[in-house]
T-cell receptor
Framework: GNSVTQMEGPVTLSEEAFLTINCTYT??????LFWYVQYPGEGLQLLLK?????DKGSNKGFEATYRKETTSFHLEKGSVQVSDSAVYFC?????????FGTGTRLQVFP | DTEVTQTPKHLVMGMTNKKSLKCEQH?????MYWYKQKAKKPPELMFV???????INESVPSRFSPECPNSSLLNLHLHALQPEDSALYLC???????????????FGPGTRLLVL
């Protein structure tokens, strides 16, 4: 079956620190992979995506590379800001459904 | 423009009330979705409409009734809800529902529902 596993949170960082949020998946075939971000009290926003192996998605300083050999799609940012504090969801799309991970809360302190 | 709008933003209703949630998109998308999200959990899929026809119902209780009047609008009619139905209800849309197409879903801001 299809599933997504994310690292447990919360992830607590100081401003300007390097961020990694791990995401691994299991899927049949060749899914598309996504990172969504949810700020407090809001809906989900698409952060970035990758549709095939070795694709790199990037947006707002965040990056993630679709690694088929390790079935991973880890989210990285070189220097986080307080405004990046949110919940981050890794997700895969396969056949007709979007499958979410459990979410990772990021807290960035000044 | 990748905007999905939802109204109302907040809703409080009693267990005997009837209310409706509304979702709208003008991106020409032909697939629309309802999700339910409880606190500190990922969204859970409820319904999928493809080309204005209901294609997926994830065994949702009949007190939730979806409707897709046209390709831009999606409604969720609520009747006789329970307190445990209190949650954030998210609408999403994507370009099409063709199997194998690389779909990207765009979400609205949600309606926060409280059932008393």
């Amino acid at each position: 079956g299809n599933s997504v596993t994310q690292m447990e949170g919360p992830v607590t960082l100081s401003e300007e620190a390097f961020l990694t949020i791990n995401c691994t998946y299991t899927a049949t075939g060749y899914p598309s992979l996504f990172w969504y971000v949810q700020y407090p009290g809001e809906g989900l926003q698409l952060l970035l995506k990758a549709t095939k192996a070795d694709d790199k998605g990037s947006n707002k300083g965040f990056e993630a590379t679709y690694r088929k050999e390790t079935t991973s799609f880890h989210l990285e940012k070189g220097s986080v800001q307080v405004s990046d504090s949110a919940v981050y969801f890794c997700a895969l799309y396969n056949t007709d459904k979007l499958i979410f991970g459990t979410g990772t809360r990021l807290q960035v302190f000044p | 423009d990748t905007e999905v709008t939802q109204t109302p933003k907040h809703l409080v209703m009693g267990m005997t009330n009837k209310k409706s949630l509304k979702c709208e998109q003008h991106m020409g998308h032909r697939a629309m979705y309802w999700y339910k999200q409880k606190a500190k959990k990922p969204p859970e899929l409820m319904f999928v409409y493809s080309y204005e026809k209901l294609s997926i119902n994830e065994s949702v209780p009949s007190r939730f009734s979806p409707e897709c009047p046209n390709s831009s609008l999606l409604n969720l009619h609520l009747h006789a809800l329970q307190p445990e139905d209190s949650a954030l209800y998210l609408c999403a849309s994507s370009q099409g529902a063709d199997r194998g197409y690389q779909e990207t879903q765009y979400f609205g801001p949600g309606t926060r529902l409280l059932v008393l």
